[in-house]
């Protein structure tokens, strides 16, 4: 092999090598911070990891919120309208967070519950988040229901 | 009458701009100089009827006009006047006219400035932006019309979202757009010079200032986004890695990485194809960066518009635009000749490993912001990529960069020269483990603490040696050229942002507690105390005011007074109070009453936030000082080759024209 051709198959596996490593760490990184969005019917029918954070997205239910006196925990329910979902969270709720409203929370299950680290409520409070829509639609399929439109909140 | 004149004056615009697209590149293939000559005066006409289409929709918000659609939307009769200025662009119609407004203003500028270019290449520049605002009204017209009637004409307007109603706001899209449009004249100037075959490296010189220009603008639209977000949204980040905020920083980084490949090819002939591929991606993240705002495929915290016919139109254009330039340059750029060879340790490499850092970050970035709209259309579920994915991988490739940056301008072009190395690595190590040992005395503890102090020591010495070594070495009067400053400036602000982002991230203590009036909170060395809360009247709002005494050892520091305001429609609105200092920002928001006058409250020490954007801002001064620079002017007469400016280094040969 002549000295440029060995030259240049160095360079070249340096960049594969460096072109490998980057795709790994890349893979590596988004494996550990992909979170998936699950509806309450999905958890409920053991779709969601029991062991390691997901994010839970749904309606919070009329008449469901409640604050623990004197603390910063406030316990309330998600539904897709099918199933129902306890959630706990401490701390302080985003301003478009309302009973009826749409929300997505990032958690984990406990017990029989899901306690929450992050509530997100939407800033536009006649837009409901896609996932969420979705999540509606896809649990009314599940159960057959004809698709009717779930009041004014689907884009 | 007059929204319809507004209408008007679009079409005429979309006409003129179509105009400004065709005829001109047709003259330029034609040589027909009457033909070339129309540039000019087509792009005067429809930035005056774009102004006018600006201005009637402004005139409808100040009058009230709820018979125009879009004024009824965004704003109501209790709406401050200074606010119905900021609500013409405050949703999505109103924001793309003022896109294709400033998208104007920058082809004035190149019209006006750009009179010594060649005359084909003039031409072709101005052609090639008449057909980007050609999309861009045409798409206004057809899925976003401003001026589209609502009849019968309602009472009163809805509301400008409440988010949306800070002073803040009023100058972040407009600089943000700056930023983001002014890259489509680097475009332009890489797509003419594709054209045009003309491709040696003087296009680039001329593309140069108003690159940096547009970087300059979006380094401070960021800023103040980010701004925004830490003092309007209510929790006090001032970055989310959110979708939107990285559709504007994706061009940032390749704008960054543009502004540098740029100066080796005007310097060294090098790059070239490298630098025409960047100008194109640059322009086309910010294309893209619009679709992904604008077409509500991503769920983001600032989800504002969401209409899939508008998407699938941007979509469209950014496949027309990203496409033709790419096939352009795939069939022209094997004619670029390659630069002067430069050895390993020389500045130009030194450049090369920062741009393949800013590129691959960017590539990152664009990773995780549409692997969720990946996942989804190929049924992987409804996935969402954490803030820890890009925050992990963007300070792991900015390492390399940061390392380097302080020795790129003291290595020379081609040449390897590494004693200067040598000599500048022992006194800026020196002095970063200096100032880390200080921080250590001074009560800093943990690692990244530290790592912030010495990092953000390491830019700034090694940028400080080089301004000591320039100002020993060259004369009184040269010493620092106004681009050479620019760079001085810009990468001092990489240093101070650094010690912003890090020590902001690890020292910041956030409590949220709640509160009975009287209670006191400690948090870092200061005491909150909780006085209750009142009702206080805003021009159009009512809020509920809480009052808390913030001291340190029993003095008084300041009283903060966060509010929860309620707009008429009933929309909630958090105002942090914050106390802002040089070393600290004081914090504190309301969350909810939790009854017998208890609330629960957001207590933040911030130390160092205010150093993230006054390092942004200085990186922004650096863009526009360089682009200041007299070197950039034109000089020669049209149709004569490029003007070959003093180097601005010492005895570089003159450049083979390629």
């Known amino acids: 092999m002549n000295p440029i051709r060995k030259r240049r198959l160095i360079v070249i596996s340096l960049i594969v090598l460096a072109v490998g490593c980057a795709a790994a760490l890349t893979v590596f990184a988004l494996q550990q911070n992909m979170t998936y969005l699950y509806s309450p019917t999905e958890v409920k029918a053991g779709k969601a990891p029991m062991n390691s954070a997901f994010r839970l997205g749904g309606v919070v239910k009329e008449g469901s919120v409640h604050r623990v006196a004197g603390t910063l925990t406030t316990d309330f329910t998600i539904t897709d309208r099918f199933q129902d979902m306890p959630v706990q969270y401490t701390g302080i709720l985003p301003d478009l967070f309302r009973e009826g409203q749409s929300v997505i929370t990032t958690g984990h299950m406990s017990g029989g519950g899901f306690t929450a680290t992050q509530v997100l409520a939407k800033h536009d409070e006649t837009y409901m988040p896609k996932e969420v829509a979705d999540a509606i639609a896809k649990a009314k399929a599940a159960h057959k229901v004809p698709a009717t439109a779930q009041g004014g909140g689907e884009q | ?658």
């Not at chain 2, 960047?278 to 679709?291: D, E, Y």
């Open chain 2, 1 to 658: 009458m007059i929204p319809e004149l507004g209408q008007l004056a679009l079409i005429l615009a979309l006409i003129l701009s179509g105009l400004q697209c065709v005829l001109p590149i047709v003259g330029a293939w034609r040589e027909s100089k009457p033909l070339m000559a129309t540039a000019r005066s087509l792009v005067v006409g429809q930035f005056v009827f774009v102004a006018m289409a600006f201005a009637i929709l402004t005139y409808a918000f100040l009058v009230q006009d709820f018979s125009v659609a879009y004024v009824a939307q965004n704003s109501n009769l209790e709406l401050p006047w200074w606010y119905r200025f900021s609500a013409v662009w405050g949703a999505h119609e109103g924001s793309l006219l003022l896109w294709v407004l400033i998208l104007d203003v920058w082809t004035l500028a190149v019209a006006a400035f750009g009179g010594k270019l060649p005359e084909k290449f003039y031409a072709r520049v101005l052609g090639v932006l008449g057909f980007v605002a050609f999309g861009f009204l045409l798409f206004s017209l057809t899925t976003s019309n401003p001026f589209a009637r609502l009849i019968p004409a309602p009472m009163d307007g809805v509301d400008l979202n409440p988010v949306l109603q800070d002073p803040g706001l009023i100058m972040h899209p407009p600089v943000l757009y700056m930023g983001y449009v002014g890259f489509s004249v680097a475009f332009a100037f890489a797509i003419a010079a594709l054209l045009g075959g003309e491709l040696h490296s003087s296009w680039v010189r001329w593309s140069r200032p108003w690159t940096n220009v547009a970087w300059g603008f979006l380094s401070a639209g960021i800023v103040a986004g980010s701004w925004w977000a830490y003092s309007e949204l209510g929790w006090g980040g001032w970055w989310f890695w959110d979708p939107v905020e990285n559709a504007s920083f994706m061009p940032w980084l390749v704008g960054a990485a543009l502004v540098h490949a740029q100066a080796v090819t005007d310097k060294r002939g090098g790059l070239r194809a490298w630098t025409l591929l960047l100008a194109i991606f640059a322009f086309s993240l910010s294309l893209l960066g619009t679709f992904l705002v604008r077409s509500g495929v991503l769920t983001s915290v600032h989800s504002f518009a969401a209409d899939p016919k508008r998407g699938v139109f941007i979509l469209g254009f950014l496949a027309v635009v990203v496409g033709g330039s790419l096939l352009l340059y795939a069939l022209r750029a094997r004619f670029v000749a390659g630069g002067k060879p430069f050895a390993l340790a020389s500045r130009e490499t030194l450049i090369l490993i920062g741009n393949l850092m800013l590129t691959v970050a960017a590539a990152t970035v664009l990773l995780g912001t549409l692997y969720p709209l990946v996942g989804e259309a190929f049924n992987l579920g409804r996935i969402s990529v954490g803030a820890p994915y890009f925050g992990f991988l963007f300070m792991l490739l900015m390492t390399p960069l940061v390392l380097a940056l302080p020795f790129a301008p003291l290595s020379r072009w081609g040449k390897a020269d590494t004693g200067i190395w040598k000599r500048a690595l022992t006194r800026i190590v020196g002095l970063a483990v200096l100032a880390g040992i200080v921080a250590l005395v001074l009560g800093a503890r943990g690692f990244m603490p530290l790592l912030g102090v010495t990092a953000s020591t390491y830019v700034i010495a090694g940028t400080a040696f080089y301004a000591i070594k320039r100002w020993k070495e060259a004369p009184a009067g040269r010493r620092y050229p106004l681009e050479m400053a620019g760079m001085l400036f810009a990468h001092v602000g990489v240093g101070v942002f650094i010690a912003g982002a890090i020590l902001t991230r690890s020292l910041s203590v956030e409590q949220d507690v709640a509160l009975s009036p009287g209670e006191t909170a400690h948090v870092a060395a200061y005491d909150f105390q909780f006085k209750g809360v009142g009702e206080t009247q805003g021009p159009n709002w009512l809020a509920q005011q809480g009052t808390v005494e913030v001291s340190k050892d029993g003095s008084p520091v300041v009283t903060l007074h966060p509010q929860k305001r309620t707009y008429p429609r009933g929309q909630v609105q958090t105002e942090a109070s914050i106390h802002p200092g040089v070393f600290r920002d004081l914090y504190v928001s309301l969350g909810d009453p939790l009854g017998n006058g208890a609330w629960a409250v957001r207590v933040y020490d911030k130390p160092f936030v205010r150093w993230i954007w006054a390092g942004g801002l200085l990186m922004m001064v650096g863009g526009f000082c360089a682009a200041a620079d007299k070197r950039f002017r034109l000089r020669r007469e049209a149709g004569q080759p490029a003007p070959e400016a003093t180097p601005a280094l010492p005895a570089l040969p003159a450049e083979q024209n390629a």
